[in-house]
């Protein structure tokens, strides 16, 4: 989503209101509801900046606080300096995001491995009950 953000700003140099009504009609994005609640917050006269904190906030993706905290960052990026600090802060954020993904994605995999070794032990553990 960053990264289509740093694209379009890019390419248009569009508004950040301009920017997010562009995101919430790619289907690509059709699933990240912060994006429209963003856009009805803009449209009702609010600060970019705030109406994208307010729509991270209530969005219902499975956002960790830290997650949220982290993307409430672009509203604090678009439209508040020049094209090339933008694009240049869009992309170390979206550097930041990625490593916060590879680290979840990290202790998922050992939480799925210590559910399986504990699903062998407890099946263990009841067949020497049973015996």
């Not at 994005?29 to 991270?56: N, T, V």
């Amino acid at each position: 989503m960053i990264l289509s953000l740093h694209g379009q700003l890019s390419f248009t140099l569009s508004p950040p209101g301009e920017l997010l009504r562009g995101a919430t009609g790619d289907p690509a994005f059709a699933r990240c509801d912060y994006l429209m609640f963003s856009l009805e917050e803009i449209e009702k006269g609010l600060d970019a900046e705030s109406a994208w904190k307010q729509g991270i906030w209530k969005s219902a993706e499975p956002f960790t606080t830290d997650d949220r905290r982290l993307i409430a960052r672009t509203g604090e990026i678009l439209g508040k300096s020049d094209l090339e600090t933008q694009l240049t802060q869009l992309h170390h954020l979206a550097e930041r995001i990625e490593q916060q993904a590879q680290q979840a994605r990290e202790q998922a995999q050992t939480q799925a491995k210590l559910s399986v070794t504990l699903g062998a032990l407890a099946g263990l553990a009841a067949v020497v009950a049973l015996i």
